[in-house]
């Protein structure tokens, strides 16, 4: 609660700075109305639901859409703020320069063209941020891209040479309120015909209920060799507040037994193999094991149990800094890692061959797409859903579709 005070607060000052950028570009009275209503609109209806949020629950629907709103009017305060505080330097400095060299003149220093470039500048650059946090709610968040990749191996088995695999990850049903377009992003998978799908964690936001109304949805999901998952930090139900202990176990069992009864064959720190034409490749799954304060369940000694050092292996990891810490140290040789947890942070820049940009970036190493270390690759899925941030711009929701091929093959 103290938080939002303080940002209201410097949210009103930044609005109220900005709002001298806007009278100087507009000089009709509605519109400098206009703007004055929207600013302080928005922070009464981000006010209300913060005020009436119930501890644990976690902000979704429309109490997501009144931050991310708050968020991008913040932006553009921010920055109309900047241009005008720099401006506002200048003509200080210019002032006491002729006040000390004894320009008597009152307009001198005063340069009202320069003031609305500066103004018009401002605006300009504001609306950037401004519109891709609105647009991104309102068509970036379904906007799913299938990204091809296709790696080569050594050691590959032979039979297992053009072998398709579908990964998704982070679905956070929770967050979801369109049926039909979630509906048609899990056919999307469908048409990729891959040999197998993986699902790399994150099913649910905080509780099991949230998958309810998405069950018969993500049970459509087939391929021929099945479709395996993992939990990921938010399976756990850690973020949202219970009762006793023994109603958050609970839930996570009923989560469980949804992930069967969908057809997924959940992996707790354990393994399975897939078979073609007598040869064999290990699939691995661990629980969640994220660096810091998230939680530590996953055990890859556990989970390779039974696999031999000289399989080839494909890990099943939700958080991409596992494969960073203890992964890549471990004395197996992992071909294939499979992550997500990172979303690209929901927002970002990526040009293919140019540039690929998120501030998340600062936190994950690994944050999007194929890497490469010691010779081991790690996929990191950009998210099929999303969370907090009700929407995507510029990251947009993924279907990673990997092809294995066996090098010296044709």
């Known amino acids: 609660m103290t938080r939002f005070i303080v940002l209201a607060i410097l949210y009103v000052v930044l609005a109220a700075y900005g709002f001298q950028a806007f009278r100087t570009l507009f000089k ?13 609109g928005v922070l009464v209806f981000l006010g209300i639901k913060v005020f009436t949020h119930i501890p644990g629950e976690g902000f979704k629907g429309t109490a997501a859409i009144a931050g991310s709103v708050f968020a991008a009017f913040f932006l553009l305060a921010l920055v109309l703020g900047f241009f005008l505080l720099v401006e506002d330097v200048v003509r200080l400095i210019g002032f006491g320069y002729n006040k000390i060299v004894g320009v008597a003149d009152a307009e001198a220093g005063h340069f009202p063209s320069r003031r609305k470039f500066v103004s018009g500048l401002a605006l300009g650059l504001a609306a950037l941020p401004f519109g891709a946090i609105l647009y991104g709610m309102y068509r970036g968040k379904y906007n799913y891209q299938v990204l091809k990749y296709e790696l080569e191996f050594d050691d590959l088995p032979d039979a297992f040479h053009n072998y398709q695999i579908t990964q998704i990850s982070d679905v956070h049903s929770g967050s979801f309120d369109d049926y039909n377009k979630v509906s048609y992003g899990v056919d999307l998978i469908n048409q990729q015909q891959s040999d197998v799908i993986f699902f ?22 087939e391929a021929k060799d099945g479709v395996f998952s993992i939990l990921g930090n938010h399976d756990y139900g850690d973020y949202a507040v219970w009762d006793t202990e023994e109603e958050k176990a609970q839930n996570l069992e009923d989560l469980k037994v949804m992930q069967q009864e969908m057809g997924f064959d959940l992996l707790l720190n354990t393994n399975r193999f897939l078979e073609k034409e007598g040869q064999k490749i290990a699939l691995v799954g661990v629980e969640n094991w994220g660096r810091g304060g998230f939680k530590k369940a996953g055990d890859l ?21 596992h494969w960073e810490d203890v992964v890549l140290q471990d004395d197996y040789h992992f071909h294939l890692t499979l992550s997500g947890h990172t979303h690209g942070m929901q927002f970002g820049v990526e040009i293919p061959g140019w540039v690929k940009w998120s501030p998340v970036k600062w936190r994950y190493k690994y944050w999007a797409g194929i890497y490469s270390e010691l010779g081991q690759f790690i996929n990191v899925n950009r998210g099929f859903g999303f969370i907090g941030y009700p929407g995507r711009f510029g990251i947009w929701p993924e279907i990673s579709v990997i092809t294995l091929k066996k090098r010296g093959l044709a």
Not at 28 to 40: A, E, G, K, M, N
Not at 307 to 315: G, P, R
């Open 200 to 221: 790399t964690g994150d099913i649910v936001n905080n509780k099991s209920e949230e998958l309810e109304p998405w069950k018969e949805v993500f049970a459509r999901l």
């Open 301 to 321: 000694q556990k989970a390779k149990e039974g696999v031999h050092k000289d399989d080839f292996k494909i890990l099943l990891s939700h958080d991409p800094s």
């Open 28 to 40: 009709s009275p509605l519109l400098q109305w206009s703007y004055i209503v929207l600013f302080l």
